[in-house]
């Protein structure tokens, strides 16, 4: 990492904390002692004295000014270990909860043929949790993803979901007959949510996952694309949604080969009626993108997604312009890091976040998260406040 970038990094994760102030409620306040204790300026006959010629000029070489320090990378991720509660949702900060379940009834809703709309995935919860009216969101939302390989043979996973101001649940799952997972819900998608008792909500959250990782390290994401297109393929294959499409890869697939396997076994809907791609990755090593065009099923081989179609044809590089920025700030990160720990997965995500590309301060990267495929734990910041980290094990 050069100094620039280094010294960039550093100062993000000390000024982040304060990036998202409307959302928390807090402040930010001018120090009044700010400019105290500060070095006077320089005089002029201090810099006349300090252009004084020598009497020897000498040798070339001999006074060169000496190479500034590298700044240190920052190994720490700042983060505090956690574990969900059974049963019940844990508050670990202001909107951020933890909980963990068991079965969520999966098996069943695949069993009567999937859904093939947001409104039939919400009629089964109802009748599953006896919650009348609980519908799902249309969000509008960016988001950034990378898969990087450790020098020691580690894989990790990293996300970054930008939104604004909104309540998370970081859900930890073990279906009967499925892989245990970690996954992140933003429960403003869930509309209603909130009349849900919170004994239950995590059950229905289980079906609204953005992002997740299994026991296997399967890890999975979905990403918007702004485009008027929408995905609704029409065969005679079961059903899904896009939430739940993710729900199946991660209790189902342990590999990136099983999970398109899995994709291509049934017609995709797309959830909140917008376009989107998956970003898939496993302990191999393989990471892919997912899209969808004149519906059909495309997979591109790539590290890297943020938010617009990658796939060679008419809509390549279709989507925001910011997503391309975004994207480009990545590949330039990680082509930097042929070999990328979980440390410097969290600075490409410090480097993609939302308020680096975007000056209005109500919108920000609502969460990041890092999977650890390898060691199977999951680290999660909200609102860019890189400081501070929230780490669970998956069985822990």
């Not at 918007?224 to 993710?246: E, G, H």
């Amino acid at each position: 990492m050069n100094l620039k970038r280094s010294v960039g990094v550093l100062l993000a994760m000390i000024l982040l904390s304060g990036a998202f102030a409307s959302c928390s409620g807090g402040k930010s306040e001018q120090d009044p002692s700010a400019g105290e204790g500060q070095n006077p300026p320089v005089t002029e006959a201090a810099d006349v004295q300090a252009q004084e010629i020598p009497d020897e000029i000498p040798d070339a070489g001999e006074n060169e000014p000496e190479a500034e320090p590298a700044a240190q990378r920052d190994e720490s991720l700042h983060d505090e270990r956690v574990s969900a509660p059974e049963g019940e949702m844990s508050e670990l900060d202001r909107g951020l909860y933890l909980a963990k379940v068991g079965d969520c009834g999966f098996s069943a809703f695949l069993a009567g043929g999937g859904a093939s709309s947001d409104a039939e995935v919400a009629a089964f919860l109802t009748s599953l949790l006896k919650a009348p009216g609980l519908t799902f969101l249309t969000p509008d939302a960016a988001c950034s993803t990378v898969a990087a390989e450790s020098a020691d043979g580690g894989h990790v996973f990293g996300r970054n979901f930008d939104w604004s101001c909104s309540e998370v649940l970081l859900l930890e799952t073990h279906p009967a007959d499925g892989y245990a997972s970690f996954s992140t819900v933003n429960l403003d998608f869930l509309r209603e949510s909130a009349n849900l008792p919170k004994e239950v909500l995590p059950t229905a959250a289980c079906y609204a996952p953005l992002d997740g990782m299994n026991e296997k390290g399967l890890a999975v994401s979905v990403n918007m694309i702004s485009d008027s297109a929408r995905i609704s393929q029409s065969t005679d294959k079961p059903d899904l949604t896009t939430t739940t499409a993710l729900r199946l890869m991660l209790d189902r697939a342990a590999t990136v080969e099983e999970a398109l396997d899995l994709l291509g076994s049934y017609d995709l809907h797309g959830s909140y009626d917008m376009m989107i791609h998956f970003a898939v990755s496993d302990v191999t090593g393989r990471a892919v993108d997912v899209e969808y065009v004149g519906g059909e099923m495309i997979v591109v081989e790539t590290p890297i997604l943020t938010n617009f179609y990658l796939a060679e044809g008419e809509k390549q590089g279709v989507g925001s312009e910011e997503s391309h920025r975004r994207y480009e700030a990545l590949e330039a990160f990680m082509s930097a890091h042929e070999k990328a720990d979980i440390v410097d997965v969290r600075d490409a995500l410090v480097t993609a976040r939302e308020s680096a590309f975007d000056p209005d301060p109500s919108e920000g990267t609502e969460w990041s998260v890092l999977y650890d495929q390898t060691n199977l734990t999951a680290t999660w910041y909200r609102r860019e406040q890189f400081d501070r980290g929230f780490t669970a094990k998956l069985g822990s």
